[in-house]
């Protein structure tokens, strides 16, 4: 038995489980998706909000900043709006499974967007803004060993998803990823995300609040997510249609 192969309690525990086969009669590769499904809710609750500060910054060193607040509601619901800068103030972005809008008020009405798009420029896209449960897109196909970390392969489970695959490294203890690696279908390296600065958020909620992204096909531009404010809350559904993207701000300070 090769340790690709091994459950992810063996993965967990360390060498001496090694001779264990996957307990509890699952296969390997749903173990993997079981640890896949703890990464969500350790990074999120399952409905929340919390208020986000995206940086581009180019080769030159010149940045742009932009302060967002979002929720989310289920697996697949997310929207957002922008608070700063000035010329985004009130602009906002629903995702409802692949399907993405942006509002902006002067246009009135909201316009399709897609997932390789970015409402903001830089090198996170529309998919890593408003981004869903990682379960809801992606099948575990196997997890190993890595060094003192669990590396999951994760493959899209259709082909509107922004990444054909992902190489997920998860730190075993605390359950969060530590890197990504998104991958397109001919394999091609198209971005890698670092997560850093875990901390507690209270309520339970104690993750990364500081995602930095490089890829190869922006040389020199990098992209830093810094997250603040995350707490559960329940949200109504009104907050996820077309008809509310004009009222998102409203949803701030809410019980």
Same mark, same amino acid.
């Not at 489970?157 to 397109?184: E, F, G, N, S």
């Given at each position: ?8 309690? %063996?993965?967990?525990?360390? !060498? ?7 307990? $509890? ?7 993997? +998706? ?8 350790? =990074? ?21 900043? /932009? ?14 709006? /922008? ?6 103030? $009130? ?16 246009? @009135? ?10 409402? *903001? ?7 890593? *803004? ?16 890595? $060094? ?11 082909? +509107? ?35 850093? +600065? ?9 993750? !990364? %609040? +500081? *995602? ?13 997510? =810094? /997250?603040? @404010? ?9 907050? /996820? ?12 300070? $809410?019980?």
């Amino acid at each position: 038995m090769t340790e690709r192969n091994l459950s992810r309690r %063996a993965l967990l525990a360390g !060498p001496a489980f090694l001779a264990l086969a996957p307990a $509890g009669g699952l296969s390997a590769s749903e173990e993997a +998706q079981a640890l896949l499904r703890e990464v969500d809710r350790n =990074l999120e609750p399952a409905s929340y909000e919390m208020y986000r500060k995206i940086i581009n910054i180019e080769p030159s060193g010149a940045r742009k900043e /932009f302060v967002l607040y979002s929720a989310k509601k289920g697996r697949d619901r997310v929207v957002a709006v /922008f608070l700063s800068p000035a010329s985004e103030k $009130g602009r906002s972005t629903l995702r409802v499974g692949e399907n993405m809008w942006l509002y902006i008020p002067e246009v @009135g009405r909201p316009v399709r967007i897609t997932s390789l798009q970015s409402v *903001i420029g830089g090198v996170f896209n529309n998919s890593d *803004i408003l981004r869903v449960d990682y379960d809801e897109e992606y099948r575990a196909e196997r997890m190993e060993r890595d $060094g003192a970390e669990i590396l999951l392969h994760l493959k899209a489970k259709t082909d +509107q998803v922004a990444y054909d695959r992902l190489k997920m490294w998860v730190d075993p203890a605390r359950k969060l990823p530590t890197r990504i690696d998104c991958h397109a279908a001919d394999g091609l390296l198209v971005k890698t995300l670092k997560f850093s +600065q875990v901390k507690s958020f209270g309520g339970g909620i104690t993750r !990364p %609040a +500081q *995602i930095d992204t490089e890829s190869p096909l922006f040389r020199g531009h990098r992209s830093v997510m =810094l /997250f603040d @404010g995350i707490r559960a809350r329940d949200l109504p559904d009104e907050a /996820f249609t077309l008809a509310f993207l004009p009222r998102v701000e409203s949803l701030r300070g $809410g019980a």
